[in-house]
């Protein structure tokens, strides 16, 4: 018994001790973290990076680099409140047979400091949504649907920012290497100095580098490699300072060869910052504001007075109401009613 005793005793020791080995070790690895450097995240290391915007029509890579930048680097660069918007026509179709089509549209206000932004994307096959941040707090809304408040805790409104920002993205992906850049007059957009450059048709188009996919356009590569430009027309400007792409204009006709015929592509895309500096009004979304109010409750007993011929005039939230233009039976006599 005695052995028993001492056995169940050494027993809760060595799992006490275990215990505290446990905290001590979880202490020193959340020591650790407080205590470590704060690194800059990539995007950050990103946005402090120099641009050589001159450079543009003859360094490919970076041109690549520029074109594809997300919307989170180009916060970070320009530092200031702005207001973006863009929109992309699509269509594919069989030369002289039946064709596809697709719209769409986004605009993005952010406001710096307070981080407030108000994001919308829709498209004419029905689709919407609308992003609101501000005071803390996020509120969506999606189709028809009502919106939702949320703390956004894994900051998915930048998330959102940056897949609406990358419609300029499309045409670089769809013909890209087809395409080549000429520099032309500077111009001033959204009241910054601009480099600017021509697109045409390059007369040696790009080798096509599979690498350069990205999600679902990897199924496409087939497709995409078979593509020859007939006719393309546009403007690619970029901040001669922070080398931000702040205005991209492009319309283009491309067409590929399959087994059945010619298929054709038209593109007409719009990319451009509206404004730059001053702070766009971001709030709570009105309807959302609207559905917390207070609703003015229902008094059904009044129907009846009504149908007897009685002008109900309403007093207010107490509940009170005075009755006048009495009927013949009634006239001279005033009755107060809840």
Known sequence: ??????????????????????????????????????????????????????????????LDRVWRMPWREARLRLSTHHVWQGSAKLAYSKVGGPGLSLYEEAELRFQQGSEALDLSV??????????????????????NGDYIASKDLDSKR????DEAFALGVSAWDLIGRLISLKPTSSQSVAGRPAACYQIRKSAAPAAFESGSLKGILKSLKGWRASLSLKSVEGLF??????????????????????????????????????????????????????????????????????????????????????????????????????
């Open 237 to 338: 400007c970029v901040d001669k300072k922070l080398g931000v792409p702040l205005r991209i204009q492009i319309k283009a006709v491309a067409e590929r060869s399959f087994e059945g015929g010619m298929g054709e592509l038209k593109l007409d895309l719009k990319s451009e910052f509206q404004s730059l500096g001053k702070a766009p009004a971001i709030q709570a979304p009105e309807d959302f504001l609207s559905s917390l109010r207070r609703k003015r409750r229902q008094r059904p007993a009044t129907e009846f007075l009504k149908k007897e011929g009685l002008t109900l005039v309403p007093s207010g939230d107490a509940g009170t109401t005075t009755h006048v233009d009495l009927d013949s039976e009634a006239k001279g006599r005033a009755v107060g009613g809840r």
């Open 158 to 161: 930048l998330f959102h920012a």
């Open 122 to 143: 829709s498209n004419d096959g029905g689709f919407f949504q609308r992003i609101v941040f501000s005071n803390g707090m996020l509120y969506r809304k999606y189709q």
């Open 1 to 62: 018994m005695n052995n028993l005793c001492l056995l169940l005793i050494a027993g809760l020791v060595l799992q006490a001790c275990s215990c505290d080995n446990q905290r001590q070790q979880a202490k020193a690895k959340a020591a650790q973290r407080v205590s470590a450097a704060v690194t800059a995240s990539p995007v950050e290391i990103a946005a402090s990076q120099k641009i050589a915007v001159d450079n543009l029509h003859s360094d490919r890579k970076l």
